[in-house]
C-alpha cells in the first residue's frame, strides 16, 4: 500500500507549523513560548499547533521537570523539512541576543550541582563520541569499562556512587536544548574539574569559567571543540 502522504503534507503545509519544524532544525529540542516566537503566534495558538504536530507524528515531546520541550520526531522528519528548506523563505531566529550575564550562563554553568550550559553540552557529548557514557532508557547514562576508567583518572570511583535515581542521569539543558550529564557523576565530574583548576567559579552567581589549562585538558581528554580563546565553540 501507498504511503498516505496528505496527512504530513496537510500538518507541514501550514505556516505556523511549517516555522516550528523550520526552528527545530538544529536538532535541539525547544519549549513551547519559544516555538511560539519563532512562529510569531500566541502560546495557546502554538500549543494546539504543537499538539497536532506531535500527533501526527512529526514532533516529539520531553519533559524535564515543569516543562515540556519539543523536538522533531526523527531523521526522516527533518530529512523532510530540510528539502523543503531549500525552496522555503527563512523563519525568525530563535538567537534572542543575550546580555552578558546571561552570555556567561549559557556558556558554562552550575546547574544542581553539576556542568550545565554549552561547556556541559560539549563534555557529555564527547563522553558520548568516546563510548564512554551510553545513552541508557529512562534518561539515564550507562557508564562504560573505558568510562570508569577514565573517571577514576580523575579520582572519580563510579562503583562508589549510588542514587535511586540513577548515578548518571541525562539532563536537558535549558539553554542550548540538548543533555548534559547530571546526577552524582555529573556532581562528581564537575568537583574534580575545579579541583585541579579546569573551571573558575564566578564571585556571585552560578556561572564558571574555563581556565587556559582546563580547555587544554579537555581538549586532549576529550577532544572538546575550543575556539582560539578557548570558549566553547558554537
Not at 579520582?155 to 535549558?174: I, M, N, T, Y
Request: glycine share 8%; net charge positive.
Amino acid at each position: 500500500m501507498d504511503a498516505n502522504i496528505a496527512t504530513p503534507a496537510a500538518l507541514i503545509g501550514d505556516p505556523v507549523r511549517a516555522a516550528m519544524l523550520q526552528a527545530l532544525q538544529d536538532g535541539r529540542a525547544q519549549p513551547a513560548g519559544a516555538l511560539a516566537w519563532a512562529a510569531g503566534v500566541s502560546a495557546q495558538a502554538a500549543s494546539n499547533h504543537l499538539s497536532k504536530l506531535v500527533e501526527g507524528g512529526l514532533l516529539a515531546v520531553e519533559r524535564e521537570g515543569r516543562h515540556r520541550y519539543y523536538r522533531l520526531a526523527s531523521a526522516e522528519v527533518a530529512h523532510a523539512i530540510e528539502a523543503l528548506s531549500a525552496i522555503a523563505a527563512p523563519v525568525r531566529s530563535l538567537e534572542i541576543p543575550r546580555s552578558p550575564k546571561a552570555r556567561a550562563l549559557r556558556e558554562a554553568r552550575c546547574c544542581y550541582g553539576h556542568l550545565a550550559g554549552r561547556l556541559g553540552v560539549k563534555v557529555a557529548q564527547a563522553l558520548e563520541e568516546q563510548d564512554l557514557l551510553r545513552p541508557a532508557d529512562g534518561k539515564l547514562y550507562a557508564v562504560t569499562e573505558a568510562g570508569t576508567a577514565w573517571f577514576a583518572e580523575l579520582g572519580v570511583e563510579v562503583a562508589a556512587l549510588a542514587s535511586p535515581r540513577g548515578v548518571a542521569r541525562q539532563c536537558l539543558d535549558w539553554t542550548e536544548r540538548r543533555h548534559h550529564l547530571a546526577g552524582p557523576l555529573g556532581v562528581k565530574l564537575l568537583d574534580a574539574m575545579t579541583a585541579r583548576g579546569w573551571l573558575a567559579q564566578a564571585p556571585q552567581g552560578r556561572a564558571v569559567r574555563l581556565t587556559p589549562e582546563g580547555a587544554r585538558e579537555l581538549r586532549a581528554r576529550l577532544g572538546v571543540d575550543l575556539d582560539d580563546d578557548g570558549r566553547v565553540a558554537a
